[in-house]
T-cell receptor
């Protein structure tokens, strides 16, 4: 299983861009990189998924360098409602059994 | 709303009780999961069902018994639990598919969870 390492917590202010980096030095060839967001007492919510280079959707961008040993989730112009825990997972996209949730990054957005 | 519902949302039970958690997905997915999230701990994958067959069982104690009668429903039967089993129990579903690049994609959709307290 590819282990991931993320900062335990981050603080930001409203309107700023937030970048959360995840290290996954042992990522395998078939592994995808997936990010989830979780609010207190709720289930995680899928944000974005990628394999290499850059992926962008309506809520975030995911940057993956050529060696794929790390990835960066970029949240543009955060608001107070983006305060949550963000999880980086790597896995081979089977039926989820290789997706291991780490402690995540607790993002606090301040006014 | 993610299309995955869980009932009950809150449950308090004694160590000698028997109860069941229910999960239902309205997304047409073919895989369903049970996770446990204890306070200040990461999510732990408990069980995975694919096409109604259990494909993963992460050394979960036998006092937790899953059941998947069809692709839309998943149950977690609980009996003789311990106080340390108190946690948020999350259900998820997914449907693996091939992306335009030929890679297998798999996004899990989570329900709101059941907050379980064992006294």
């Amino acid at each position: 299983l590819a282990k991931t390492t993320q900062p335990i917590s981050m603080d930001s202010y409203e309107g700023q861009e937030v970048n959360i980096t995840c290290s996954h030095n042992n990522i395998a060839t078939n592994d995808y990189i997936t990010w989830y967001q979780q609010f207190p007492s709720q289930g995680p919510r899928f944000i974005i998924q990628g394999y290499k280079t850059k992926v962008t959707n309506e809520v975030a961008s995911l940057f993956i360098p050529a060696d794929r040993k790390s990835s960066t989730l970029s949240l543009p112009r955060v608001s107070l409602s983006d305060t949550a825990v963000y999880y980086c997972l790597v896995g081979d996209n089977g039926y989820g059994q290789n997706f291991v949730f780490g402690p995540g990054t607790r993002l606090s957005v301040l006014p | 709303e993610t299309g995955v519902t869980q009932t009950p949302r809150h449950l308090v039970m004694g160590m000698t009780n028997k109860k069941s958690l229910k999960c239902e997905q309205h997304l047409g997915h073919n895989a369903m999961y049970w996770y446990k999230q204890s306070a200040k701990k990461p999510l732990e994958l408990m069980f995975v069902y694919s096409l109604e067959e259990r494909v993963e069982n992460n050394s979960v104690p036998s006092r937790f018994s899953p059941e998947c009668p069809n692709s839309s429903h998943l149950f977690l039967h609980l009996h003789t639990l311990q106080p340390e089993d108190s946690a948020l129990y999350l259900c998820a579903s997914s449907q693996a598919y091939k992306s335009s690049g030929g890679h297998l994609r798999n996004e899990q959709f989570f329900g709101p969870g059941t907050r379980l307290t064992v006294l």
